[in-house]
């Protein structure tokens, strides 16, 4: 009985604080549970949908919620359950690839700034400076006007948008490991520029970026879905929120299903990232 | 405070051009050749020798550095460009939208910080409680919903079910509220936000707790002492976010056919109008520029620290 006693405590213990704070936050756990509920819609989607999400049934055009139709159809017929099911694969595709991208050229950059501070960090973080005086939606656009509307440019676009954030806090948390003795010391030991970045500096950034990132997931979504609304993002016949309801305003008031169901779909999906990320920002960082 | 601003406005040089030379950078950076890029959508059919013709008429035979003076020359003298759709002057068209803008962006503003502003102080003040949830709980939704999707559910309620207000169009002042609203909502639970967060922090400091001592009011406490303290972070969210709407209200003026800065700059995408696009995202962006150093002023006005720290 007592080593039963002895062996699950080292389970608990296994906990760390921060996981420990992450899983009494209320609002954390939802967002958890919500972003593990999208990502299982978006993968089994196929599975779930009860029809294809281009399947074209003319004759059951601009269907209200039925049972054969739980979210109604489109103008086209098409079942608008399993174009929004489908649409949280794009989303969240189209929301990570920016992130992901972002996140990896802002963090190089920022180490790179942070690392070797000089003339390097002068021009970076003037180059930074630059991309922060647009307004993000505004670059954006900026972005696709140059390189034309379309998924691809829509998302390099975003990514552009999203590398000054990530620069930023990447450098910031440099300047401060560079100081730190155990960075003095592996230098002292002999290890090269490469190998103090990788190996010494940069896990140093990866809590705080991490939290970023998480809070940039959700912006991405909502940006791409608004450049896809506005046309210039993913464009038809892909199943996506954005593109979903910019053709579906044209069948208001008549069809509000077709407004309801993909905007209700986005901002739950935002909603869900902003709560994980909030959380793991008050996991990380107790002080608020 | 003069030197503070003369170093703010000084330090603002290289940012300006900087944000030119990327905006002129932006016909390089198009794919294909920059001369299709400027003719856009009447580029078709062209033959070789009329592109190399307009080429050398349009002075993109010569190096990047000259053209890149020739620009911003053109842009100090507010010459930017002639739009491919309309011929006429990039800069009278941006102008000639930007009132309809400042009216969007200000009327949100206003709407932002009387509703973001009371929730977050009541949010703070009665921290803990069924008030403080609801208000989190707004303010999350109001930062999660897409603001082109909650403007299209107000333009459905209100103007195609209800029939109150015009669905779409501008002139009066009832073509004004439901963009206006939309927009203010998504803006108010940023501020909400920061001013339940500041409002907190206001509340644990020292003086708070001195002025309480001294055996005032507890409404005065709050409102005069911590309140006052708590402003500086919800002046710059205001700021950015007034700043951002110069140009980032894009998409409910695109919803509400809203004839401003922002739905011009998405036709000119749309329409492959490159000196136009350019000349509205240029004019934005200083825009979003000035309202930050005014921000920034404005920040140095209200904390002595800022100036001389």
Same mark, same amino acid.
Not at chain 2, 159 to 167: I, R, T, V
């Given at each position: 009985m007592a080593e039963r006693v002895t062996a699950a405590r080292p389970r608990r213990a296994r906990l760390s604080p921060a996981a420990r704070r992450f899983l009494r936050n209320r609002g954390a756990v939802v967002g958890l549970a919500l972003t593990v509920l999208l990502v299982l819609a978006a993968v089994l989607a196929p599975w779930l949908a009860?029809? /294809?999400?281009?399947?074209?049934d003319l004759r059951s055009r601009? @269907?209200?919620? #039925?049972? %054969?139709h739980w979210f109604g159809t489109d103008e086209f017929g098409r079942d608008v359950l399993s174009r929004v099911l489908f649409g949280a694969r794009i989303s969240l595709l189209t929301g990570l690839v920016p992130v992901i991208t972002g996140l990896v050229v802002g963090t190089s950059l920022g180490l790179l700034a942070g690392f070797y501070r000089g003339w390097l960090d002068d021009v970076l973080m003037r180059v930074m400076d630059v991309l922060l005086a647009f307004p993000s939606l505004l670059l954006a656009l900026a972005v696709v006007g140059t390189l034309g509307p379309g998924m691809v440019n829509a998302v390099i676009a975003v990514a552009i948008v999203s590398v000054p954030g990530y620069a930023r806090l990447a450098r910031s948390v440099v300047l401060a490991a560079r100081e730190e003795e155990y960075v003095h010391a592996a230098r002292a030991l002999g290890a090269h520029d490469p190998r103090l970045m990788l190996k010494h500096v940069l896990p140093a950034t990866l809590g705080p970026l991490t939290v970023q990132a998480t809070l940039g997931i959700g912006f991405a979504i909502l940006s791409m879905a608004g450049l896809s609304f506005l046309g210039l993002g993913v464009q038809p016949p892909t199943s996506d929120w954005g593109e979903m309801l910019s053709r579906g305003r044209r069948f208001l008031p008549g069809s509000s299903w077709l407004l309801l169901y993909p905007g209700a779909a986005i901002s739950l999906t935002v909603l869900a990232f902003n709560l994980l990320g909030d959380g793991l920002r008050d996991a990380f960082d107790p002080r608020d | 405070m003069l030197v503070y601003v003369a170093k703010r406005l000084l330090g603002l040089v290289p940012v300006l051009l900087g944000v030119v030379l990327l905006v002129f950078s932006m016909l390089w950076l198009a794919p294909g050749d920059p001369v299709i890029a400027l003719l856009? %959508?009447? $580029?078709?059919?062209?033959s070789a020798r009329q592109v190399e013709e307009l080429r050398r008429a349009y002075g993109l035979d010569r190096g990047f550095l000259e053209q890149f003076v020739d620009y911003l020359g053109d842009v100090l003298r507010l010459d930017l460009g002639t739009s =491919? @759709? #309309?011929?006429? #002057?990039v800069t009278s068209e941006v102008l000639s939208r930007f009132p309809a803008t400042l009216a969007l962006a200000g009327s949100a503003m206003a709407i932002a910080i009387l509703v973001g502003g009371a929730f977050g102080v009541l949010a703070a003040v009665y921290k803990g409680t069924w008030i403080d949830s609801v208000a989190i709980v707004v303010a999350l939704l109001g930062v999660s919903v897409p603001v082109f999707w909650s403007g299209l559910i107000l333009m459905l309620v209100f /103007? =195609?079910? =209800?029939?109150? =207000?015009? $669905?779409s169009g501008s002139g009066t002042w009832r073509h004004l509220v439901m963009p206006a609203a939309a927009v203010g909502f998504s803006s108010a639970a940023f501020i909400a936000r920061v001013t339940r967060a500041s409002l907190i922090e206001a509340l644990r400091q020292d003086f708070v707790r001195t002025a309480r001592a001294k055996g005032l009011n507890e409404s005065r406490v709050r409102l005069k002492h911590a309140l006052k303290n708590a402003l500086l972070p919800v002046v710059t969210v205001v700021g950015l976010q007034f700043g951002g709407l110069l140009g980032g209200a894009v998409l409910t003026e695109t919803v509400f056919a809203w004839p401003g800065v922002g739905r011009l700059l998405v036709d000119a995408i749309r329409s492959r109008d490159m000196p136009l696009v350019q000349g509205s995202v240029l004019f934005c962006a200083v825009a979003f520029i000035l309202v930050n150093l005014l921000v920034d002023l404005s920040y140095a006005a209200l904390n002595p620290k800022v100036r001389y720290g």
């Open positions: 009860p029809y /294809a999400p281009d399947a074209q601009l @269907r209200p919620p #039925s049972p %054969e | 856009g %959508e009447s $580029a078709q059919g062209i =491919l @759709r #309309s011929s006429q #002057s /103007a =195609l079910q =209800l029939g109150w =207000l015009p $669905a």
